[in-house]
């Protein structure tokens, strides 16, 4: 019986309380850690445990935090990346809102096993609610003597502090993260160096997704053979499925890692809104390639999904129905990428106007075959061609919408002919 | 414009630069501050922000235009953002924009004429399971009808 755990109290009254969630067995983990546990022990646990990254690349959380240096005389950093903003996204507002302790208390985890006496909790700046929310029980953190010097005696000290973002989806790119923080655009570095051995401020960094740092806890305090036995060994734990668009009963859902995502859309969902055919999904946030009704028999897991030519990313599961324009719905995603690309890459910056520019004339039933293709081959000229994942990300939408839904692009082309 | 924190501002400026290792990290938070205390950020406000953290106005403004948020124009007292990225989008946000449109006049990026409330469409605000959302001022109002956000707005009043 799967039990969950990242959002198991999260309907009890004041359940964003560091009281309610010590009734839960709250920051055990943490004594643990710093009583029992040496830093080094801490980062093999999570190794064994197969997190990985729940912001969207699936990157294992444990060999990341391994490749800070040992030896250093620089400060070392922790960031907790809360800008979340990949659409059909939000899941991390609902832990922050609900369990904020989680994420702190695997703040303070991650901060102690690479050596980090800072911790930023970078949260996107329309969460202004959910900033306070942060803050508070921060302030209950410290004054239970879980954050400041010297905690429980153990002699580590940690500071943690919420940074606002201000709009801009690129501050979820870790780098582009990193330089908002330093209080300037958020432009993308080139890696490497990676943040692991310069970052924030030049110096050792890791940034962990919100989810990704809320199921450290419960590994320190369950151990790593509990964290596997949740859904495929390969990349575990229990997971925050999004669930928006056209289904009945759109929302998170905490389900072991692998749910079969015509079970999640039929069963959790409840079905297509008015009993509509279903004709797309967007498996995992609206960068990743999309699949046709014929394709949801399928695992929703990093390999298995990776399997069927699409990704996990952020689990944001956006539901489209029969009566869907492709074209007007690519159009949508395609204005987001050009709005919200950095400009500092010319593919990137010049190729999400000409694809927005395309959709747009193709829409008007302006555009020909030869836009069609066109588009895909802007698309293509996009993809691996920038410094951050952006590029791919505006790429991997039209690639997938052109392809299987070309009959929707080339109907309004014959309308504009005819 | 009179550009300069209040005394509690001030303290809370000072709290804020102190949890940075340097001026510039401060950034940020110092123009979130500027904004709530001066409503948008004019010209003045960011060249004060500039000279409390020691950065030419030419760096300031960099960054303060790189971001949606900051206001380096001034919005209506009521500040509609309304969402229409992809799940808002399917689930009636252009119905939002059409009712606002219609019933007070304002489309994409106007204010009413009595300096009461603005419009801006803003991408993805995150809250797509509740879907169509538009955040005012600060708070998000989710899952709307056109007819629950002119009660909202009635309640509003002044």
Redesign the interface.
């Known amino acids: 019986m799967f039990e969950k755990v990242l959002t198991g109290h999260i309907n009890i009254p004041d359940s964003q309380k560091l009281a309610n969630y010590e009734k839960t067995g709250g920051y055990r983990a943490w004594r643990k850690a710093l009583k029992e546990m040496t830093s080094d022990q801490v980062i093999e646990v999570v190794k064994q445990s197969n997190l990985r990254g729940r912001g969207g690349a699936g990157f294992p959380a444990g060999m990341k935090w391994g490749f800070v240096p040992k030896t250093t005389d620089k400060?070392h950093y922790l960031l907790n990346n809360a800008d979340?903003?990949?659409?059909?996204?939000?899941k991390?507002?609902l832990i922050i809102n609900g369990n904020p302790h989680s994420t702190i208390e695997g703040s303070m985890i991650a901060s102690y096993a690479i050596r980090a006496n800072t911790c930023y909790i970078y949260i996107?700046?329309?969460?202004?609610?959910e900033a306070k929310v942060l803050e508070s029980a921060i302030r209950e953190a410290y004054d239970k003597g879980y954050l400041g010097k010297n905690i429980l005696g153990s002699g580590f000290n940690l500071?943690m502090?919420v940074?606002?973002?201000?709009?801009?989806?690129i501050c979820g790119e870790e780098t582009g993260l990193i330089e908002?923080?330093?209080?300037?655009?958020?432009w993308p570095r080139i890696k490497p160096p990676f943040p692991a051995i310069e970052g924030v401020?030049r110096c050792p960094t890791i940034v962990n997704n919100v989810e990704t740092l809320a199921c450290v806890p419960y590994i320190i305090e369950r151990g790593a053979e509990w964290f596997k036995s949740i859904g495929p060994a390969s990349g575990p734990g229990p997971k925050l499925y999004?669930?928006?668009?056209?289904v009945k009963k759109?929302?998170?859902y905490e389900l072991p890692m692998g749910v079969n995502l015509k079970e999640l859309i039929y069963e959790y969902g409840g079905g297509i809104l008015n009993d509509k055919k279903l004709k797309a999904v967007?498996p995992g946030g609206?960068s990743v390639p999309v699949l046709t009704a014929e394709e949801i028999d399928v695992a929703m897991d990093f390999d298995s999904l990776a399997k069927i030519g699409t990704m996990l990313g952020s689990a944001?599961v956006?539901v489209?129905d029969e009566d869907?324009d492709m074209v007007n719905?690519l159009l949508?995603?395609a204005h987001?990428y050009r709005?919200?690309s950095?400009g500092q890459c010319t593919p990137c910056r010049e190729g999400t106007h000409w694809a927005e520019k395309l959709l747009k004339k193709i829409k008007s039933g302006q555009g020909t075959m030869a836009d069609i293709d066109l588009l895909a081959e802007v698309a293509d000229h996009i993809n691996f061609r920038t410094i951050c994942p952006l590029g791919d990300a505006a790429a991997m939408p039209i690639q997938s919408f052109v392809k299987k839904f070309r009959h929707e692009f080339e109907a309004k082309v014959r309308k504009s002919a005819a | 414009m009179n550009i300069a924190f209040s005394n509690d501002a001030m303290k809370e400026f000072r709290e804020i630069v102190a949890?940075y290792?340097?001026k510039?990290?401060?950034?940020?938070?110092a123009?979130?501050l500027a904004q709530r205390e001066f409503a948008w950020l004019p010209y003045e406000a960011l060249e004060y922000v500039g000279r409390l953290?020691e950065l030419p106005y030419s760096e300031v403004y960099?960054?303060a235009s790189?971001?949606?948020?900051?206001k380096l124009k001034p919005t209506g007292k009521y500040h509609l953002?309304v969402c229409?990225?992809?799940?808002c989008?399917?689930?009636g946000a252009g119905a939002i924009c059409d009712h606002v449109k219609e019933k007070y006049g304002i489309g994409n990026g106007e204010t009413t004429p009595d300096g009461k409330l603005s419009l801006v469409k803003?991408?993805?605000?995150?809250?797509?399971?509740?879907?169509p959302v538009v955040?005012i001022n600060?708070?998000?109002y989710e899952d709307l009808s056109p007819e629950q956000l002119d009660r909202i707005l009635e309640g509003f009043k002044s």
Do not use: W
């Open positions: 400060p979340e903003s990949e659409p059909g996204t939000f991390d507002r996107r700046g329309e969460f202004v609610k500071d502090y940074h606002r973002g201000a709009g801009a989806y908002s923080l330093e209080g300037k655009r958020g401020f999004c669930l928006s668009g056209h759109p929302g998170v967007i609206s944001g956006i489209m869907t719905a949508n995603i987001f709005h919200e950095c | 949890r290792p340097n510039r990290a401060a950034l940020l938070p123009l979130h953290l960099d960054t790189f971001y949606t948020m900051f953002q229409h990225t992809l799940s989008a399917l689930r803003v991408e993805c605000l995150g809250s797509c399971g509740t879907a955040q600060d708070d998000y």
